[in-house]
């Protein structure tokens, strides 16, 4: 008499089985974990903005005023590296009070034996201390960190009306008379004012100091001295900064020139956006409370180059909106959904108070709008 064993083991049924089991519990947690690494990010992005708040209040305490947007040292119109043509960012203020004193000593000092002045040469000039931003400067949702040494995830608060965007955006004349921006970071050449404590009447806490800006993405770039026309491929806007003449005259232009995540096609853009962290121009470390979070930028010019007005919203990888810090030093998470106001008024009318709702008026100082951070 034969006795019959059945062999152990998984049938083919049940094999498939278990791998569907296995992929529906990994289909369950795997947006849970990525959700739980963005949250990690985005604390970990606001601790930076933290930093920068409590470094801002540091200068401010010693020097009885905030750092400047821009400014520095002026160039002889002969020799490069002469100076840094006015415009070194406010970033480099406050490094010596957020452990950067080693590299803002090796800035103010130059480099003599190699014909560089005391503040450093142009910022385009591939300075060894130009090339590396620090670290508190990106924030690791930001998805160009690995490929843009030289960039940044934040800017300064150029304030929430027309005097915060200018003919030039350099600071100097007409609409922008730097001296004249409605948020706390001016340009900062002699006669022009620079903030302090006292003269942010509108309350530090209703008051952005700095937020995110993404870097531009190289893959949508063209190179300097030719801009892009996006024609044949689709170019999200967030990255990017759109050429609309006269978008000055109406923020909307800005808006028209977009359809869903991307440009119109044959829109021309650039790809100046977080681009130095050491230049103090607006295109590379400012923004504006004109357009909400995460909307569309754009710069009221044809041509190549950091000239023209510009409508600069921060942008963020995160979902739903941005993170800022106030003047008092807290850190808000600002909606790309609020208020935004009359986006009609040209940004060239726009004097005091912001016509452009709770976001114009938390890109203020001083404009005596009524209304503070959304709950």
């Known amino acids: 008499m034969h006795r019959s064993y059945r062999k152990s083991g998984f049938t083919l049924v049940e094999l498939l089985v278990v791998i569907a089991i296995i992929g529906i519990l990994v289909g369950l947690l795997l947006p849970a974990v990525q959700a739980a690494r963005e949250a990690a990010r985005r604390m970990q992005c606001s601790n930076n903005l933290k930093q920068l708040g409590l470094a801002a209040h540091n200068y401010e305490s010693a020097n009885k005023k905030f750092p400047y947007r821009m400014g520095g040292t002026d160039w002889d119109g002969s020799v490069s590296n002469s100076g840094n043509r006015g415009r070194a960012s406010g970033f480099l203020s406050i490094l010596p009070y957020i452990e950067g004193g080693n590299q803002f000593n090796q800035i103010s000092s130059g480099d003599l034996a190699n014909g560089i002045n005391p503040g450093g040469p142009e910022g385009w000039s591939g300075w060894a201390p130009w090339n590396t931003a620090p670290g508190f400067m990106k924030c690791p949702s930001d998805a160009e960190v690995p490929n843009r040494a030289q960039?940044?995830?934040?800017?300064?608060?150029?304030?929430?009306?027309?005097?915060?965007?200018?003919?030039?955006?350099?600071?100097?004349?007409?609409?922008?008379?730097?001296?004249?921006?409605?948020?706390?970071?001016?340009?900062?050449?002699?006669?022009?004012?620079?903030?302090?404590?006292?003269?942010?009447?509108?309350?530090?806490?209703?008051?952005?100091?700095y937020s995110e800006r993404l870097m531009h993405n190289s893959g949508y770039s063209?190179?300097?001295?030719?801009?892009?026309?996006?024609?044949?491929?689709?170019?999200?806007?967030?990255?990017?900064?759109?050429?609309?003449?006269?978008?000055?005259?109406?923020?909307?232009?800005?808006?028209?020139?977009?359809?869903?995540?991307?440009?119109?096609?044959?829109?021309?853009?650039?790809?100046?956006?977080?681009?130095?962290?050491?230049?103090?121009?607006?295109?590379?470390?400012?923004?504006?409370?004109?357009?909400?979070?995460?909307?569309?930028?754009?710069?009221?010019?044809?041509?190549?180059?950091?000239?023209?007005?510009?409508?600069?919203?921060?942008?963020?990888?995160?979902?739903?909106?941005?993170?800022?810090?106030?003047?008092?030093?807290?850190?808000q998470f600002f909606s790309n959904n609020i208020d935004t106001g009359n986006l009609t008024v040209p940004a060239s009318q726009a004097q005091s108070a912001s016509p452009y709702g709770i976001w114009g008026a938390l890109g203020t100082m001083n404009g005596g709008e009524v209304g503070g951070v959304p709950q």
């Open 151 to 209: 960039g940044q995830s934040y800017s300064m608060c150029l304030g929430g009306n027309g005097t915060s965007i200018g003919t030039a955006l350099w600071g100097g004349n007409s609409i922008n008379q730097g001296g004249n921006l409605s948020g706390i970071f001016a340009y900062g050449w002699a006669g022009r004012r620079h903030a302090s404590h006292g003269s942010i009447s509108d309350g530090t806490s209703n008051t952005i100091m």
């Open 222 to 331: 063209s190179a300097e001295g030719n801009p892009a026309v996006g024609m044949n491929q689709l170019v999200p806007y967030i990255t990017t900064i759109a050429m609309v003449p006269d978008v000055h005259n109406s923020p909307l232009l800005c808006k028209a020139a977009t359809n869903g995540q991307y440009l119109v096609p044959g829109t021309r853009h650039q790809g100046n956006s977080g681009r130095y962290w050491h230049d103090g121009h607006p295109c590379y470390v400012a923004f504006n409370t004109i357009l909400p979070p995460n909307g569309p930028s754009c710069i009221d010019t044809i041509s190549w180059g950091d000239g023209g007005p510009g409508i600069l919203p921060p942008s963020s990888y995160h979902t739903g909106g941005v993170n800022a810090c106030m003047a008092d030093g807290s850190v």
